[in-house]
């Protein structure tokens, strides 16, 4: 394994209210409590969670996606959901992503798609998965698109690089994936990927994750995102650099000019809804950003995830349901 020591060149991180571990962790342990569930579920989306989601149906995600679009933006939109347990909704799961695949291209959108393996099955079994994004992977090459595959909890980790690399062999370059950089194992992964020249999205982690497979303390994330960074960036492939932390994003910057890095090897990606003002400078800067865009009804674990990374989400959530009663 990689040593944990930090790059020279970087600072050590301001510490802020946002970055309070133990308020992520009991929003992250909360999602399973029924009570909560209940109550985001019935008002969360109307209470202002419709911030981070485009809509809960496909057409009430196009005008979204369009004007993103019209204000310099590109983008890459997931339906969503998680965790699929029935081959039959497995399968549905193909069909609409099929379906969504033909409507970017006769809408004339440059939207890619993100999509999670366990809402196509991989935890019913692995080669369900991999065939059912196969099957996608390979209608997203004849209307010419790009899957992105995302990445769950640590458990899915080694199954998902498994299902990348086997599409890879097979011959798909429109397919990318992603690392996180909370995991120990996460820079010896990106070792190992590298000779397939893969196109990466580099994020720090979303989910609850033992000490003993991930760093606890936040400023060690934030230093191996930047040392992952530099890596996938003087590596070959593609680097999306997924991240509203203006701090790396800085780094990031200053780091590809001085190595000349040139703007088509990396775009940045931010989600719908956060900093929104900040991706459209960086746009008219002349970096590509992508802005990760959702929809669909299944938008409660995803909802409880953004909630995490920020207590004014919750209080402004709270604030709005209070008002209600
Ligand atoms: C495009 C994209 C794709 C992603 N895909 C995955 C994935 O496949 N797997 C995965 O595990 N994780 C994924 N994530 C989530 C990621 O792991 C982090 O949880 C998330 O990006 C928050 O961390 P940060 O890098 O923005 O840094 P942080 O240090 O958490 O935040 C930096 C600053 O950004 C702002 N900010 C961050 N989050 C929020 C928020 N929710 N609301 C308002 N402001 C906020 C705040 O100003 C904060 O101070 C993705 C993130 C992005 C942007």
Do not use: C
């Not at 347990?85 to 993100?114: C, K």
Request: glycine share 8%; hydrophobic share 40%.
């Amino acid at each position: 394994m990689a040593a944990h020591n930090a790059p020279a060149a970087v600072q050590e991180p301001r510490r802020s209210f946002s970055l309070n571990p133990l308020f992520r962790k009991g929003i992250l342990l909360a999602t399973h409590n029924r009570v909560i569930t209940r109550v985001v579920r019935r008002y969360g989306l109307r209470l202002g969670g419709s911030r981070f989601v485009a809509g809960e149906t496909l057409d009430a995600a196009i005008p979204v996606l369009r004007s993103l679009d019209e204000q310099g933006l590109a983008t890459n939109t997931t339906l969503l959901g998680e965790g699929v347990r029935d081959v039959a909704e497995a399968a549905s799961v193909v069909g609409a992503y099929t379906h969504l695949l033909d409507r970017i291209s006769d809408e004339g959108l440059r939207t890619n798609v993100a999509l999670k393996l366990t809402h196509l099955g991989l935890d019913i079994d692995e080669d369900l998965a991999l065939t059912n994004v196969g099957q996608l992977v390979s209608h997203a090459a004849e209307r010419g698109n790009f899957i992105r595959i995302d990445m769950e909890e640590s458990a899915r980790v080694e199954p998902t690089l498994r299902i990348y690399r086997q599409l890879r062999e097979a011959g798909h370059d429109n397919v990318g994936t992603v690392l996180q950089s909370a995991l120990y194992r996460t820079a010896d992964d990106l070792e190992a990927l590298l000779q397939l020249a893969p196109n990466l999205r580099l994020v720090k982690g979303a989910y609850l994750e033992p000490d003993s497979v991930a760093f606890p303390k936040k400023a060690d994330v934030d230093r191996n995102y930047i040392r992952l960074a530099e890596r996938m960036l003087s590596g070959p492939g593609y680097t999306a650099i997924a991240t509203h932390d203006e701090r790396i994003i800085n780094h990031v910057i200053e780091y590809a000019a001085r190595h000349g890095i040139g703007r088509d090897r990396f775009e940045f990606q931010m989600l719908y809804g956060i900093r929104s003002r900040y991706q459209i400078e960086l746009a008219q800067r002349g970096y590509k950003v992508l802005v990760a865009t959702p929809y669909g009804s299944d938008w409660y674990f995803y909802l409880m995830r953004r909630l995490a990374e920020r207590p004014a989400n919750v209080l402004f959530l709270l604030r709005g349901v209070l008002r209600k009663r």
